[in-house]
Structure formats: structure tokens, C-alpha cells
């Protein structure tokens, strides 16, 4: 089968032919040379959009999620307020619900000191009527054990009545706090939603990078 | 060293051209058009076709002078070129289908005498099918091994080997025309 004679003289005859291209070719060929000499920098801008529209939308999505997530805390803050209210109808209107929750058990430690208090000298009373053979020193100084119980029940009601001051001084001193309560809180979702806008930045990444390698099969 | 100086000369081409350099790519191009033409008009038989191969071809060259790395001929690369070309266009535009058989039988082929002209050589090769003409070109004047062959146009090579035999045997129909038809003139 190897090549033979007359296919050596076809060869050696078609070797020498020359065909002279119609002068429109050159043309042709330069115009097109033109076309993708200019196309070149158009692809570089094309990719450029590319790169500016993912950046567009990655900032949109960004706004999207911090406001809803802003607006998620924002009625988390309306009910606890609300509830608030509900239990305790002495709070100031615009109260954030940390200060609220801390006068009520303010407010009802003193009861329960309160309750205590009157209990003990119930057990007090009725140990003194279980012990008639007791002494009358032992009852002056019950008497007076009494009255200073009696005195500390006052106290209790009068440190009760400070307690209730100072919380409300603690009410008037916190109303300055929300903004700075705001910000740390604020704060706290930055950093949660960082590492999510980072998380997403590096899937649209990834998503870009498979496009890119595709192009280049296509 | 005339040898040497033209072929620093044809790599300064190469290099200003593959820059983009229009001067240089028209110098590169009407240098090897004429020659080019006449390897894609093997393939086609239409010279307007032939002549759009080759622009596309030659738009590969320049496009992808960067790869060329100087091992071997510039012409010889440019060559390939165009019949890679070729071979797609016949394959992709007129979907060109290879018999898969493997029969052949050797033809003795070298007794004929050979006093054609080249224009009676491309009538005969023009004559054949698209298929063996691919086979018959890449193996009789491109000199490719059938293995290559085979590769290239994505065949058996036992494909390659009858599709030559038959063009071979179809050639030889066609001399034989040829030279009854000049014997019945004379």
C-alpha cells in the first residue's frame, strides 16, 4: 500500500500548483482580522459588567438581609414590650424589656421579704403563747425583740418604699441605656451576619469560578 | 548563511505578525495563499469554497501564532492548518459518512503510465467521493500514515485502508476514461 508512481507524480504535480486567492480574500481576511482585534478588549468590558453586576447584587442582597433582619428584632422588641405591659401595667410606655423585667423582680422581692418577715413573727408570737412559764424579762425583752421586729417590719415597708424609689431612679437612670443596649445588640448582628454575607460572597465565588472554567470549554 | 539570515527573517515576521502586526500578516499570507489555495482546492471542488477555508484557516494561523514554536517547518504548520480545516468543513458541512468496511484487496497501480496534467489530476480526484478523496489526499500527497489518518478523521484504521483501495480502484476507472476519451479524440 505504499504510495506509488502515479500517486508520487500527483503529488509531485499538485505540489507545484499555485492558486492565486481573488484579491477580495486579503480583504476579507483583514476585515475579520479587525473584527476579533476589536472584540478583544469588548470581551475584557463584557467581563467587567459581569463583575460589577455580581457586585450589585451581592450589595442588594446584603441590604435585603441586614433590613429584614433589623425588622426581625424589631417586633422581637414589640412583643416583649407588650408582654410586658400586660404583667405589669406601672411600666413607662417606651421601656425596653431588660429595665421592665428587672422591676418586676425588684418589685417582688420586697413582698417576698415582706411575707417572710410577718411569717417569722407569727412563729415568734406563737412561741411566746406556747412558753407561759417563761419569764417577765424574757418577755420584756420579747416585747422588745417584738418591737424591733416590729420596727424592722417598718423598715422593711420603709426600705420597700426606698427599693421602690430607687428602682424608679434606676428607671429614669436606664431610659438613657437603649441606645447604647442598640448598639451592642447591633453589634452582635454585625458579627453574625458578617461570617453569612462571607459565607455568601464565597459560594457566589464558587459559582463564578465554574462558570468562568465552563466558558472556557464552550 | 543566506539560509540562516532568511530564516531569522521569516521568525521576525512571525513574531511582529503573531503582535498583530498587519504588515507582517499580509506578508506571511501572500507569501503562502497561492500554495494554500491550491491544498484546500484538493479538498473542494468549489474555488470559492476553497478560498473561504483557507481565510478561515489562515485567521487560525494568525490567531494562534503565539503557539507556534518553531520546531519544524512554518509551512508545514500553516499546512496542517488548513488541511484540519478542510477535513472539518467536508465533515461538518456535507456530513461526510465512512462505510465501515474493512475489505481491500492491494491494487497494482504502478504499471499506469502518468502524463496527466495537473488540471486532469484534479478532475480525477475531484471525481471521487468526499470520503475517499479526504483518505486519498491525506495518504497519497499529504503523506499521512494511516494510523494518522484513522485518528484524524476519526475511523478504523482498517477503514482508512479500504477507503484508499477504493479510490484507488475508482482513479484508475477514471485514467482509463480519460485516456479512452483522448484515444477517441486522436
Not at chain 1, 415597708?157 to 424608679?168: G, P, V, W
Not at chain 1, 428607671?171 to 461570617?195: A, Q
Request: hydrophobic share 35%; charged share 25%; net charge neutral.
Amino acid at each position: 500500500m505504499e504510495p506509488n508512481k502515479l500517486e508520487n507524480d500527483f503529488r509531485d504535480k499538485l505540489e507545484q500548483r499555485r492558486i492565486q486567492p481573488s484579491e477580495m480574500a486579503w480583504d476579507r481576511l483583514d476585515a475579520m482580522l479587525s473584527v476579533t482585534e476589536n472584540k478583544k478588549p469588548k470581551k475584557n468590558r463584557a467581563w467587567l459588567y459581569m463583575a460589577a453586576a455580581l457586585l450589585i447584587f451581592l450589595l442588594a442582597g446584603i441590604l435585603f438581609l441586614n433590613q429584614e433582619k433589623q425588622n426581625g428584632d424589631v417586633e422581637n422588641i414589640n412583643n416583649s414590650v407588650v408582654t410586658t405591659e400586660k404583667k405589669n401595667s406601672e411600666t413607662v410606655p417606651n421601656v425596653i424589656a431588660p429595665v421592665t423585667t428587672e422591676e418586676i423582680v425588684v418589685q417582688s422581692t420586697p413582698h417576698k421579704i415582706k411575707k417572710s418577715v410577718t411569717a417569722e413573727i407569727q412563729q415568734y408570737n406563737s412561741k411566746i403563747s406556747n412558753k407561759p412559764s417563761a419569764n417577765v424579762e424574757s418577755i420584756a425583752t420579747n416585747d422588745k425583740k417584738e418591737a424591733q421586729t416590729t420596727i424592722q417590719v417598718t423598715n422593711d415597708q420603709e426600705l420597700l418604699a426606698s427599693l421602690n424609689n430607687e428602682t424608679t431612679k434606676k428607671r429614669s437612670s436606664i431610659k438613657v441605656d437603649p441606645n447604647s443596649l442598640l448598639s451592642s445588640v447591633e453589634g452582635e448582628l454585625n458579627e453574625s451576619y458578617r461570617s453569612k454575607a462571607f459565607q455568601g460572597v464565597v459560594k457566589s465565588f464558587n459559582t463564578v469560578k465554574v462558570a468562568v472554567a465552563n466558558r472556557n470549554y464552550e | 548563511m543566506k539560509v540562516i539570515a532568511l530564516h531569522q527573517e521569516e521568525k521576525d515576521i512571525i513574531a511582529q505578525a503573531a503582535d498583530n502586526n498587519r504588515h507582517a500578516q499580509q506578508v506571511i499570507y501572500s507569501k503562502h495563499a497561492p500554495k494554500m489555495l491550491s491544498i484546500c482546492r484538493q479538498y473542494v471542488k468549489d474555488v470559492h469554497q476553497a478560498e473561504d477555508i483557507m481565510i478561515t484557516a489562515f485567521m487560525k494561523v494568525f490567531t494562534n501564532l503565539k503557539t507556534f514554536e518553531h520546531k519544524g517547518s512554518f509551512e508545514g504548520w500553516i499546512r496542517r492548518i488548513m488541511v484540519n480545516e478542510c477535513i472539518s468543513f467536508i465533515r461538518v458541512q456535507k456530513k461526510v459518512s465512512f462505510l465501515e468496511d474493512e475489505f481491500f484487496i492491494e491494487d497494482t497501480f504502478n504499471n499506469i503510465e502518468s502524463h496527466f496534467s495537473v488540471e486532469d489530476i484534479q478532475s480525477l480526484i475531484d471525481s471521487l467521493p468526499d470520503g475517499y478523496k479526504m483518505v486519498f489526499n491525506l495518504y497519497a500527497i499529504e503523506g499521512y500514515k494511516h494510523q494518522e489518518i484513522a485518528k484524524m478523521l476519526g475511523i478504523n484504521e482498517g477503514t482508512s485502508k479500504s477507503q484508499l483501495c477504493h479510490a484507488r480502484k475508482m482513479l484508475k476507472e477514471g485514467i482509463n476514461r480519460l485516456k479512452n476519451y483522448e484515444n477517441g479524440t486522436e
